[in-house]
């Protein structure tokens, strides 16, 4: 098993910048791909972001030349940088994580970005 702790999450105003982080812990060695998804009130989780344990990175349309995703395997750690917020980014942040055989979901951070 692999447990998921984020942290970082707030209340910042639009053209401001957050910085998420998540924690991986358990059996780290088995994860293969890290990453981000968001879910809006009323709407479905979406991608933000992943990267694999190489270091390859994706972004959802949305977000890219904005936010930046990277990953640190020795502290087992992921972490999202978001830039130029807006108040369509406000959502609930997951960080995600797949080994072989498994999905896994941090508890969620709250990201509330106001006009």
């Known amino acids: 098993q692999v447990q998921l702790v984020e942290s970082g999450g707030g209340l910042v105003q639009a053209g401001g910048s957050l910085r998420l982080s998540c924690a991986a812990s358990?059996?780290?060695?088995?994860?293969?791909?890290m990453g981000w998804y968001r879910q809006a009130p009323g709407k479905q989780r979406e991608l933000v972001a992943t990267i694999t344990s190489g270091g390859i990175t994706n972004y959802a349309g949305s977000v890219k030349g904005r936010f930046t995703i990277s990953r640190d395997n020795a502290k087992n750690t992921v972490y999202l940088q978001m830039n130029s917020l807006k108040p369509e980014d406000t959502a609930v942040y997951y960080c995600?994580?797949?080994?072989?055989?498994?999905?896994?979901w941090g508890q969620g951070t709250q990201v509330t970005v106001s006009s």
């Open positions: 995600y994580a797949t080994s072989e055989l498994h999905a896994y």
């Open positions: 358990g059996k780290v060695l088995t994860i293969n791909d």
